[in-house]
Each structure stands twice: as C-alpha cells, then as structure tokens.
C-alpha cells in the first residue's frame, strides 16, 4: 500500500464521523461524491474491512476503493477539480493524490481502474505538471497532458481509451490536450478528440483510430435524455447490456402511492391515479411519464415543535407545523390552490389550531399559501423546503416565500425524503425520511 | 543611363505635368497604397474570425459567483451546478464546465436545456462527435421553439466542421470615406529636389469609395490523427473611389497550402500566395512567393506566433506610373509576439516585425520595424470589437535625389477599431450577414514634408458568408 502523505490534512477538514475515532485517524480527505445513482460503495483500507455506502456529498479518501453496480454512476469531485465519472460496474482506487493549493510543487493524483467504464477531466494538479496525474489500467497506463479522456474495459481485458478533448482547433481557449497509452513497453499519444486506441492483453496499444459511434457509445456514463420519442442517443440499449434496466419497458398503472415517514405519526400521502410510461417507476418517471391526473402531500397531524426567531416567533411557541399541497401532474406544478398551505400553529386567536385533538396554548400562527410552483425541472432528493420569508404579505405576497419542492430517483423505487429547513423557523424534529414503492398494476413489475 | 533617364521621367512628371493630385499621391505613398488591399483582406479576416467566436460564446455566455467548495457541499444540487458551469465559463474553464454539465445530466437526464449548453461546451473544447451525439439527443425533446432552433443551428455547424471537405465563401460591400485620400502633405508643400514648393495642386482631397469583396476557399482533413489539412484560398478586393480615379485598386489573391498540427511544437501553416494588383484600372503589381505561419498556446493565457514570408515583387509599368519597374524586388518580412487571454473573452496581441523591402533603384528599397498591439473583445450577443495600434519605422536605403539628398525617414503610426455585429438578431433572413464599421486614423511623420501627413478614414461593410 502506498503511503499517503498527510499533509493534505493541514488544508481540509477531515469528515471522520462515518468511522471509529482510532481509523477516522488515518483517513484523508480528498474530495466528495457527487451525481450517485444505484448502488455505490467505497472501502477505505486504513478503515479496517468495513465498507459504506456512498451517496452524493460523503466524503471520499485517498486509498478508496470505489465500486458501482451494474445500475451504479458517480462522479469523485477531487479537490484540485479533477473530475473522475464513473459508469456501472466500474471499479477505481484512488492510489495516491497529493494536493496543496499553497505549495504546488510535488503534487500527484494517481489511480487505477480495475474494470467498468470511466471518464477524467484534469484539473489543477495536472495543469501544472501534466505528468504529475496517471490513471493505471489493468494492462497498461494513461499519462495525462491536460485534457478529458474516457475508456471502458471489456470482459474480455481489452481496454478502448479515447482522447475527449480538448482539440487542437478549439475555440475555448484552451491548450490542446494529449493523453499517452502505455502498454508492453510502446507508447501511443492521442492527440486529437474522437480517435482513441485499444490495448490487449500483454500487446501494445494500437495505432490510433478515429471511433464509430458505437465506440463512442461505450464510453457513456450518462443515463439517457428522457423523453417520450425513443432512445436517440442509444443509452437505453447500453444500460439494456448492463442488465440493470430489466428486458420490459411496458406500460405499467401506478395508484394511491402512500409514504410513511418513519418518524412521528405524521403522513404523508399522495394520492391520486396516475400511468406511467416505464416498468421502472421512480420520481422521474413520476415526472416525466405521468401525464395527467393530481395528488397531495398532508402533513402535520401531530407533533410539537418549537418556532423561534424571525417577526413571528421572536418569543419561542410550541405548536405544530402543517403542511398541505395539492400536486398536478398534467400541469408539473405543486401549490397554488386554496387549499395549499403551510403552516406553524402555535395557537390561533379563536383558540382552534385547525387540527383535531391538537390544543392550541395561545400565540400566534406563521400561516402562509404556498404559491404554484413547477416541478418540470426540478430533480434530486424530495427536498421541501421551507422558505425564509414569512413576513405576511412578504416580496411575493406569500409566507413562507421561497418554498421549493425537489425529487430523488434512487434505482426502481420512489425513494425521498422530506426535509424542512429555514434559517428563520427552528424546528425540533425537523428530517424525515421515508420511501415509498410503487405498486405495478399491470405489464412487468420492477424487482426491488 | 536608363536609370537616369526614367529619375528625369519622374521629375518631368512631378514638375513638368504639373502635380496632379491622383499622380502626386501615387508616386509619393505607392508603398501605402499596395498595402490597401492586404490590410483590408486581413482586417475582414480577423473580423470574420473574431465574429466566429463571439458566434460560438454566444449561447454559453457565463456568469459569476459559484466556487468549487460550494459545489463540494452541495454536489447535487442542480442550479448550484447550473451556476458553477456558468461561473466555469466565465473564467474560461470550460474543460470544467463540460464535467460539471455531465454532472447535472447524471443527476437529471431531462433537462434539454442544459445538454444544449453540454453539447456547445463540448463542440467549442474540439469534442465534435460527442457534441453531436448530445445534441441530437435532445433534438425531439418538448422545448421552445428558440431552444429548439439554437439546438438546429448548433448541429448545423458542427456537422459543418466534421466534414472532411470544407467549401466557404463570401461576399462584402461596402464604403469608405478618407479625409485625405491622397496623402497630401500636411504642410502644402513638396520638395523637389532638396526645395520646398507650395503646392497649388494636389493639396488634401477627401473621397469616397465603394468597397467590394469576394471570396472562396476550401479546406481538406486528411483524415489523420494529427489533423493536417490542405487549403486554397481565391479572394477579390476592389475599392472603386469616386473622385481619385487613379486610386481605384483590385487586387486577385491566391493562396494554396497545408496546415500542419505539430503537437507540442505547435501549429504550422506552409502556403504559397500570389497576388496580382490592379491600379486604376491597369495591372501594376505581381508577387508570389511562400509564406510560413507558426503559433503555439503555451498555457491557457499565453501563445506565441510567428509569420515569415518572401516573396518576389514584380511591378509593371503603368500609364501613371512609368517608373515602376524600378521597384522590382525580393521582399522579405517578419513578424512575431504573443497573445494573451486577459480574460475568456478579451485577447491581447503584441507583436514586433521586421521587414526588408528590395527594390532595383535603392531609393524604393527600405527596412521597416513594427511594433504593433491589439486587442479583441467579444461583446456578447455575436458583438465584437477589435483594437489596434501599428507603429511603424522605414528606414529608406538611398536617397530620391528627385525629392531630396537626405535618406528618407519615416515614421507612422495607424490606431482603429472595428466594431462587428451579426444582423440575424435584427432579422432572421439576415443571420449570415455580419456588419462591421472602422474607424481609423493613421499619421505619417517623415524628414522629407512629402510624406507627412494624416488621414482619418471611416468605413462600413455588410458581408454575407456561406458555409457547406
């Protein structure tokens, strides 16, 4: 095992939490996952054998093995801004990276990439010294001159690597970049974007070739552009040869998909019918597929929280905090009916709180409409969260202004969570986690 | 003999015919003149190419305000990313840019404007089949008809950029105004052999002209991995004036050669020019010869360029100027400097040159020195505007006993701008027309009154250019 200087330590914050105290000690901090979709685990050796899931935001570290499945994607965000994607059943470690922004000199990133399909855009630690980055391989090495390159390895040990950038004629400004393949001793540079080279086992690398487009293909990391018009840039039938994507892709009806948040006695439920155009049901199939119909999110039935700050809670009030939204599928928004509100009801001047069985102990309610809001763009976690300005009548006419709601996809499932935060309304209690599947009605059923 | 014969001519023709103005201006500043049509050609090059990239910035303009360390709190975070790959492009890190754009599509595959914005950043990195495959990825995606037609215009051009023959051409007019096209000495006076005379004729003459360009060219990828390319240019300059007949200029120029990548040598262009210049009306000038272009991008900021070129200067004699042929010559020049990126959309050039001017009778020879800087600034929306400044020392290397005993000396300075737009965003039939409008001033400071002078000249061209 190579010796990881530490000194990087010195500069970044260490997250250790995830570990024991005695192996959070040896472990450095190199920069964060981001983009995680399926399943992705990274295992530190200085951490003993224990493995962790990785999810977008956790920390890497030097020495990591990080390994995807066949329905996994990530990108490592390295500190020096390296950027390192990786595609379904891939597997790097990261070897060794060395990077002080205050001392350039000695700096090194250098990786190896057991097996999948992977994509590097360099950063600064190769900006100053090309050679200072180097990705092994199986059979062979990639020497870096500043510059985006991919590569996949296939079953049977063959290597394709491809230069992706940037070009000698490219009006970005930048240095043309080049990349090296080393194997069996000859070296091969490619140095023009779209030509790439293949690396056998125990054989040198070939002669540089410009790819086909079924080449270029193979090195994709990206899930498809969702659409309803077919598959035009061909990821649905690389994500079929992964297997992950299941053989049916029938239509399937979705009803009455209900979340139990895990916490407190507080529902959460959408209701409402719904068809959605995929075997796989996830929240962006709920988005993209989902063509008509509505639903609604009610929260808020028990539980007490605090309310402190701002205009209306400058005196801390216990109360609870409700929550009601309608959905509209056909329209991509959420808000903006009557009815959709939020809340924190600490009491109203009538004594009724407007919710059975909650007694209200005087006060005041922070009480505002949530205004129509679309979710066609939005993606990611099922976040709600909770806008700062509550002033009644604030910028937009509305409390709680700012309020936003977001979706996660996560594999097959409808998997969220609510989360509420505001910088002006503290709540006790405030994370809520849950998942919700989705029941198949009808054509092929996704296996969890 | 025959030498002394043809010196007695230009006297004759400089005293004797009685100073005309046109005749005046051409024997005493035909340097300047045969420069016109290069200085134009090259002027509307740089435009074009200048129009090129604010083309291509025109879609992914950035913004600021977004670091790394914020995206490394929140990766996922889709208009966090959004802004840092603005931010990214801002600062000219678009390698950058493109992976926290792949970013964003990992995380939602269904936002088409973004992949537009993947696609343009990748097509401007040189990533051209990767640029396409996303594009059209998005191309049946539900999106505004603006969205949709940007997608259909950048696919057009990348397309146009991957074919392995390239066909290109041109058309411009346009009118230029001087305010003193004959270079009239700013002192009223000409010196004639050594004596200052009043000039009664000849004196500052502003005109007007009409200026015509054409051109065509072809470029071939030879398919290898380096990326050589063979070329040929034709191109026709022409400014008809509409007082000072006698400066009416045409100039044919033909050009074939091949442009070499040589990796980390840099890049090379080897070519081979000729020109052939008509002044009013009569053929006067013939060149040919090589040329050799070399530039090499240092880092992100910095590159280094050079040019060098020999060429052989036939003149041939013309009724206004029977003594021409005592100009004929080898020429020689070159040029050298650096650009800078001062900012992704602000470049600055400066550059030092060197020329050796031959001629048959030594008093049309000289050796110039130039220093010379400009700078480039892409205004957004497919504006531009591009600055310079030339200063220039000719050092001739005889007397023209005719004018004076003294060795010629002069000075010159030529500082403009030019400002480009593209008209399709004023009406669509015309977004293949780029406007231009140039302001120059230039003036001459020499040891012999004949050539000191000044000039301010404006001018307007409409270019239309075609692609296949």
């Known amino acids: ?41 990274a295992l530190a050796p200085q951490a003993g054998s224990a493995g962790r899931i990785l999810s977008s935001g956790k920390t890497v570290f030097a020495n990591d093995k990080i390994s995807t499945d066949a329905r996994g994607r990530l990108q490592v965000l390295f500190r020096d801004e390296t950027v390192f994607t990786l ?72 290597i394709l690597i491809a230069l992706l950038g940037p070009g000698a004629e490219n009006t970005a400004g930048e240095r043309p970049g080049s990349i090296e393949v080393t194997s069996a001793g000859k070296i091969v540079t490619l140095s023009r974007p779209g030509f790439a080279t293949i690396i056998r086992p125990g054989q040198p690398p070939t002669t540089p070739f410009r790819m086909n487009p079924v080449q270029l293909a193979q090195l994709n990391t990206k899930p498809k552009a969702e659409s309803g018009a077919g598959d035009p840039d061909g990821t649905e039938q690389d994500a079929k ?23 407190g006695d507080d529902q959460v439920t959408l209701n409402g019918a719904q068809s959605a155009s995929s075997g796989v049901f996830s929240w962006a199939d709920l988005r993209a597929g989902i063509q008509t119909g509505t639903g609604n999110y009610e929260a808020g039935t028990s ?102 709601l977001q979706f996660k996809e996560n594999g097959h499932k409808v998997e969220g969570k609510l989360v509420y935060t505001s910088s002006v309304v503290n709540l006790s209690g405030t994370t809520f986690t849950g998942s919700a599947t989705a029941p198949c009605i009808s054509g092929a059923c996704p296996q969890p | 003999m025959k030498t002394i014969t043809l010196k007695l001519l230009s006297i004759f023709l400089a005293v004797g015919v009685g100073l005309s103005a046109p005749t005046a201006a051409l024997a005493q500043q035909l340097d300047e003149e045969i420069q016109k049509p290069a200085t134009a050609s090259g002027k509307q090059e740089d435009a074009l190419k200048a129009a090129d990239e604010a083309e291509d ?17 929140d990766p996922d975070n889709i208009d966090l990313n959004y802004k840092y790959a603005k931010t990214q492009v801002a600062n000219g890190d678009l390698k950058g840019a493109s992976a926290t754009l792949e970013r964003i599509l990992m995380i939602d595959a269904a936002l088409p404007k973004v992949r537009l914005f993947y696609g343009i950043v990748l097509y401007r990195l040189g990533n051209l089949r990767e640029a396409l495959r996303e594009l059209e990825a998005i191309r049946a995606l539900p999106m505004t008809e603006s969205l949709q037609g940007e997608v259909d215009a950048y696919i057009e051009r990348i397309k146009k950029k991957m074919r392995t023959t390239n066909w290109n051409a041109s058309t411009g007019i346009g009118f230029q105004y001087d305010t003193n096209r004959n270079a009239s000495p700013a002192t009223g006076q000409r010196l004639f052999a050594g004596t200052p005379v009043q000039l009664t004729s000849g004196l500052r003459q502003e005109d007007f002209s009409y200026l015509f360009l054409l051109g065509m060219g072809v470029e071939h990828d030879l398919g290898l991995q380096q990326g050589h390319k063979i070329f040929a240019d034709l191109n026709y300059y022409r400014a008809e004036q509409i007082l000072l007949d006698t400066l009416d200029l045409q100039v044919y120029n033909w050009r074939f050669g091949t442009k070499l990548n040589g990796g980390r040598w840099g890049q090379f262009k080897v070519s081979m020019p000729f020109d052939h210049l008509r002044l009013s009306q009569e053929t006067y000038l013939r060149t040919y010869g090589g040329r050799l272009d ?113 060795d010629r000396q002069d000075l010159t300075m030529r500082v403009g701008s030019t400002f480009g737009m593209p008209l399709g965003d004023l009406w669509k039939p015309l977004k293949n027309v780029l406007w231009t409008f140039t302001y120059e001033y230039f003036h001459a400071n020499s040891n012999l009154i004949n050539y000191s002078y000044t000039n301010n ?10 692609e296949r």
């Open chain 2, 294 to 406: 070399w530039d090499k991008r240092l880092n992100n900021k910095f590159s280094l360029y050079t040019q060098w070129q020999v060429s052989k200067h036939d003149y041939v004699r013309t009724s206004n100027i029977p003594t021409a042929l005592q100009r004929n010559g080898g020429h020689f020049h070159v040029d050298y400097g650096f650009h800078y990126n001062l900012r992704p959309n602000q470049r600055l050039t400066a550059g030092l040159g060197f020329t050796d001017q031959q001629a048959r009778e030594e008093e049309f020879a000289y050796d110039r020195h130039k220093i010379l800087g400009r700078h480039a600034w892409l205004l957004g929306k497919g504006r531009f505007l591009l600055s310079g400044l030339t200063v220039q020392i000719d050092n001739y290397k005889q007397p023209d006993t005719t004018v004076s005993p003294k």
């Open chain 1, 87 to 158: 595609g379904p059943d891939t597997e790097i470690v990261i070897d060794e990276f060395i990077y002080n922004p205050f001392d350039r000199s000695g700096e090194v990133l250098s990786t190896s990439v057991n097996k999948g399909t992977f994509r590097f855009v360099s950063g600064k630690v190769a900006r100053k010294r090309p050679s200072a980055m180097k990705v092994k391989l199986p059979t062979g090495t990639i020497g870096i001159r500043g510059t985006i390159a991919g590569g996949t390895i296939f079953p049977d040990g063959s």
């Open chain 2, 457 to 466: 000249k404006v001018s307007t061209m409409f270019t239309y250019r075609w």
């Open chain 1, 303 to 404: 539980g007490r929280y605090t309310c402190s700050g701002g205009t209306a809670c400058s005196t801390p009030l216990t109360g609870i905090l409700a929550l009601h939204f309608e959905v509209n599928f056909g329209a991509k928004t959420f808000g903006g009916g009557g009815g959709d509100h939020i809340a924190f009801e600490a009491g109203a001047p009538n004594g009724v709180c407007g919710v059975a069985g909650v007694t209200c102990g005087g006060g005041g309610n922070v009480e505002a409409t949530i205004p129509s809001t679309s979710f066609a763009a939005l993606n990611g976690d099922a976040i709600l969260t909770i806008g700062t300005d509550f002033t009644p009548g604030g910028t937009n006419g509305s409390d709680f202004n700012g309020t936003t």
């Open chain 2, 57 to 73: 910035r025109r879609a992914i303009e950035g913004a600021q305000g977004v670091t790394f360390e914020d995206v490394l709190k």
């Open chain 1, 1 to 41: 095992m190579k010796i990881v200087r530490i000194s990087l330590a010195l500069f970044f914050g260490l997250s250790q939490s995830a570990f024991s105290q005695g192996a959070a000690q040896q472990l450095i901090q190199i920069g964060a996952a981001a983009a995680v979709a399926g399943g992705v685990t």
């Open chain 1, 241 to 263: 040869k992964t297997g992950g994507m299941g053989e049916a892709k029938t239509i399937v009806k979705a009803t009455g998909i209900k979340q139990q948040r895990k916490q």
